[in-house]
């Protein structure tokens, strides 16, 4: 597999632990590396001028699924010690499969208080994973408001600083779900959003709620197809998508998800659900034609779905120069297009 395979030295430098925000650079002005799908050419620019590499008729399809603050202080009730709770999924309106953080062995009738209000019970573990499914004393709307209320955004150790809830979403983001963001589109703007329309180029939306990316231990498999996730697509995105092929425009994925939700509907004619849909170099794409993405670590599952779009060797190039000219990675780094 690409994953274990596709390894790389990434110069901890590299690491994006400031959003440009904080870096004096407009989310818009980060760097593009836009790699060409045909003949393995990469182009280094700025990702402000997107609109100078897609066509009058392509169209932009995008995850607006919202960020919400996944991390959770609680105390385990039976040992009185403290931990941290990580959303993973949302099963339902009160049950959520979390990733608890503790020496200690939290078994299945464990309590968990998270405030005076708020407390959730361990209904199941999970085989082969740290997962476990808490229920919560609370549901629906009122749930959520304790979730804002009491969460932080995840932070993996590259971060420094304890950035706030805003940094992590997207302009356009509107459903909140997600426990990571979709990060991606963060680099759009609404002005470059509205430069890209006036050049004829079609913006689609989408909703698919990202999981956990890691669950703090390499021993843990975190392949889709052991972690699914959920989606939606709107009937009228589905028909603009149809329109678009017809035309010969291009569908243009901004992000890993919005590939796994459209190929996922594509074999499934399903277009809301669950999705475990694994993506490797000899997938068959049947909607996607490019795909905006971040830059991903070693042997990133992220990886495998790039290489769908790219052979291994290229890709492999294409991260080489990456490193060369110095692009930022994760969430708040740079650029690739793919086309």
């Given at each position: 597999?690409?994953?274990?395979?596709?390894?790389?030295?990434?110069?901890?430098?590299?690491?994006?632990?400031?959003?440009?925000?904080?870096?004096?650079?407009?989310?818009?002005?980060?760097?593009?590396?836009?790699?060409?799908?045909?003949?393995?050419?990469?182009?280094?620019?700025?990702?402000?001028?997107?609109?100078?590499?897609?066509?009058?008729?392509?169209?932009?399809?995008?995850?607006?699924?919202?960020?919400?603050?996944?991390?959770?202080?609680?105390?385990?009730?039976?040992?009185?010690?403290?931990?941290?709770?990580?959303?993973?999924?949302?099963?339902?309106?009160?049950?959520?499969?979390?990733?608890?953080?503790?020496?200690?062995?939290?078994?299945?009738?464990?309590?968990?208080?998270?405030s005076d209000q708020l407390y959730g019970e361990v209904i199941k573990e999970q085989e082969q994973t740290p997962i476990k499914t808490i229920r919560f004393s609370q549901k629906g709307t009122s749930l959520f408001a304790s979730i804002y209320q009491l969460g932080e955004p995840i932070r993996y150790e590259y971060i420094d600083e304890k950035w706030g809830l805003d940094y992590y979403q997207t302009v356009f983001a509107n459903h909140p779900g997600s426990?990571?963001?979709?990060?991606?589109?963060?680099?759009?703007?609404?002005?470059?959003?509205?430069?890209?329309?006036?050049?004829?180029?079609?913006?689609?939306?989408?909703?698919?709620?990202?999981?956990?990316?890691?669950?703090?231990?390499?021993?843990?498999?975190?392949?889709?197809?052991?972690?699914?996730?959920?989606?939606?697509?709107?009937?009228?995105?589905?028909?603009?998508?149809?329109?678009?092929k017809e035309a010969k425009g291009r569908v243009i994925a901004v992000g890993t998800t919005v590939v796994r939700a459209l190929e996922s509907y594509a074999q499934t004619k399903i277009n809301a659900g669950w999705t475990n849909l694994h993506i490797s170099g000899d997938f068959q794409l049947q909607i996607v034609d490019g795909i905006l993405t971040g830059l991903h670590e070693p042997k990133a599952s992220h990886l495998e779905l790039l290489s769908a779009f790219l052979d291994p060797s290229s890709l492999f190039h294409a991260y080489e120069e990456a490193i060369r000219k110095e692009y930022l990675?994760?969430?708040?780094?740079?650029?690739?297009?793919i086309l």
């Open positions: 597999m690409i994953a274990q395979a596709f390894d790389f030295h990434l110069p901890t430098y590299l690491n994006a632990s400031h959003p440009p925000e904080k870096r004096g650079v407009r989310r818009d002005h980060v760097k593009m590396m836009v790699i060409n799908r045909e003949t393995n050419d990469i182009i280094h620019d700025c990702f402000y001028a997107i609109d100078q590499y897609v066509k009058p008729g392509d169209m932009l399809v995008l995850n607006n699924s919202r960020t919400i603050p996944a991390v959770l202080k609680a105390t385990l009730n039976r040992t009185n010690t403290e931990c941290e709770v990580r959303l993973a999924a949302m099963r339902r309106d009160d049950q959520w499969d979390v990733l608890i953080v503790t020496p200690e062995n939290v078994q299945v009738g464990d309590v968990l208080s998270f426990v990571e963001m979709p990060s991606a589109g963060r680099a759009l703007s609404y002005e470059l959003l509205f430069k890209l329309q006036k050049k004829g180029v079609k913006i689609a939306y989408l909703q698919l709620h990202t999981g956990l990316s890691y669950l703090l231990d390499d021993k843990w498999d975190h392949s889709p197809k052991n972690h699914p996730e959920q989606y939606k697509i709107a009937r009228q995105t589905i028909q603009d998508i149809e329109k678009t990675w994760h969430e708040f780094g740079d650029m690739n297009l």
